[in-house]
């Protein structure tokens, strides 16, 4: 294995930050990070590097769990059980579903980051979450080096939440996940978002997985800068769920305030929208600041530092708590 030093980890964070690692490692198999965990337990674990904002160097050994591989692992008349390891890319697994006409996670595609982060964050996207699809997760304690199986209800999934970023945090180390997707008769979520007038847009009445999966990708490229080419986390803050009491009172204020019903006492309203209505949409501050298509997403222009954009971040959050009395959480780690 292979440990490296004072190692830049500006290519393996989507914010772009150029932090450093005091040592680095990649991990291909689950025997080296077995081996890895009997000797070192003061360690960073580091996936695709898409849900994370780097304020500092980090003074540990930086795992980056680069598991690959993509298995069937059982088959019937309506369901495909696939299971993808920790370290493959999330919008290539996609991809590689719906070419094989396996239904489910069509509208999550062209999310950043790696299969083994998705049950952590439980993402979603276009009316669809992880825990709608997902039938086990493998991973490994980082105390002992035992393989677990979590199903479905050991994750305890909630909006952007699962027992990995709770109770069990730091505790284990996700080797691979296991999806249950449908082979024929896919139920389509069409009605969230924008994806039934891209369709429309394109002539497309009887749409397929793909097609839905090629309408989120227009939308998302629409909206979204390529990390690639502009460094950024997606969504950097979490939409607020509060009590449609308290909505009904901001409403006589605001009364353009949109709204999800999320139960009979709950609404779920758009961070989006609020950080427009902020007037931070478009606004640059240096080299870090908010996208021009998307408030929701804070962007590195080029050199800006994880302290910078986090001290964006901030503004919003007071500015909004002052001007409507909520409080938007971030959505991504801050480290």
Same mark, same amino acid.
């Given at each position: 294995?292979?440990?490296?030093?004072?190692?830049?980890?500006?290519?393996?964070?989507?914010?772009?930050?150029?932090?450093?690692?005091?040592?680095?490692?990649?991990?291909?198999?689950?025997?080296?990070?077995?081996?890895?965990?009997?000797?070192?337990?003061?360690?960073?674990?580091?996936?695709?590097?898409?849900?994370?904002?780097?304020?500092?160097?980090?003074?540990?050994?930086?795992?980056?769990?680069?598991?690959?591989?993509?298995?069937?692992?059982?088959?019937?008349?309506?369901?495909?059980?696939?299971?993808?390891?920790?370290?493959? +890319?999330?919008?290539?697994?996609?991809?590689?579903?719906?070419?094989? +006409?396996?239904?489910?996670?069509?509208?999550?595609?062209?999310?950043?980051?790696?299969?083994?982060?998705?049950?952590?964050?439980?993402?979603?996207?276009?009316?669809?979450?992880?825990?709608?699809?997902?039938?086990?997760?493998?991973?490994?304690?980082?105390?002992?080096?035992?393989?677990?199986?979590?199903?479905?209800?050991?994750?305890?999934?909630?909006?952007?939440?699962?027992?990995?970023?709770?109770?069990?945090?730091?505790?284990?180390?996700?080797? *691979?996940?296991?999806?249950?997707?449908?082979?024929?008769?896919?139920?389509?979520?069409? *009605?969230?978002?924008?994806?039934?007038?891209?369709?429309? +847009?394109?002539?497309?009445?009887?749409?397929?997985?793909?097609?839905?999966?090629?309408?989120?990708?227009?939308?998302?490229?629409?909206?979204?800068?390529?990390?690639?080419?502009?460094?950024?986390?997606? *969504?950097?803050?979490?939409?607020?769920?509060?009590?449609?009491?308290?909505? *009904?009172?901001?409403?006589?204020?605001?009364?353009?305030?949109?709204?999800?019903?999320?139960?009979?006492?709950?609404?779920?309203?758009?961070?989006?929208?609020?950080?427009?209505?902020?007037?931070?949409?478009?606004?640059?501050?240096?080299?870090?600041?908010?996208?021009?298509?998307?408030?929701?997403?804070?962007?590195?222009?080029?050199?800006?530092?994880?302290?910078?954009?986090?001290?964006?971040?901030?503004?919003?959050?007071?500015?909004?708590? +002052?001007?409507?009395?909520?409080?938007?959480?971030?959505?991504?780690?801050?480290?």
């Amino acid at each position: 294995m292979n440990i490296q030093s004072n190692f830049s980890l500006k290519k393996h964070n989507t914010f772009g930050i150029n932090a450093l690692a005091k040592q680095f490692i990649a991990i291909h198999t689950i025997e080296e990070l077995a081996t890895l965990l009997q000797n070192e337990k003061d360690i960073f674990i580091l996936g695709g590097g898409s849900n994370m904002l780097l304020t500092k160097d980090i003074n540990k050994l930086v795992v980056h769990i680069n598991l690959k591989g993509i298995e069937v692992i059982d088959k019937n008349e309506e369901y495909t059980y696939i299971k993808a390891n920790a370290g493959e +890319n999330w919008h290539e697994f996609v991809l590689y579903c719906i070419k094989n +006409n396996y239904g489910g996670i069509e509208n999550l595609s062209l999310i950043p980051g790696n299969v083994g982060t998705t049950p952590i964050q439980n993402i979603g996207a276009y009316g669809v979450e992880i825990k709608d699809v997902f039938f086990s997760c493998e991973a490994m304690e980082i105390e002992t080096q035992k393989l677990i199986i979590f199903d479905k209800d050991s994750c305890q999934f909630g909006y952007r939440e699962s027992i990995f970023k709770n109770e069990l945090k730091n505790q284990y180390i996700i080797t *691979s996940v296991t999806f249950k997707l449908t082979n024929k008769n896919h139920k389509l979520n069409t *009605s969230y978002g924008a994806i039934e007038t891209e369709l429309a +847009n394109q002539n497309i009445t009887t749409p397929t997985i793909k097609d839905v999966s090629n309408a989120v990708i227009s939308i998302r490229k629409s909206k979204l800068p390529d990390p690639k080419e502009l460094g950024s986390s997606g *969504s950097f803050f979490k939409n607020p769920i509060i009590s449609k009491e308290k909505y *009904s009172k901001i409403a006589l204020l605001f009364p353009d305030m949109p709204h999800y019903n999320i139960s009979d006492s709950e609404v779920k309203v758009p961070a989006g929208w609020l950080i427009e209505q902020a007037g931070f949409k478009g606004k640059r501050f240096g080299d870090a600041g908010i996208h021009k298509n998307q408030a929701l997403v804070l962007v590195n222009y080029g050199n800006a530092t994880g302290s910078e954009i986090l001290a964006v971040s901030k503004d919003i959050q007071n500015t909004i708590l +002052n001007k409507f009395g909520i409080l938007i959480e971030a959505e991504v780690n801050i480290i």
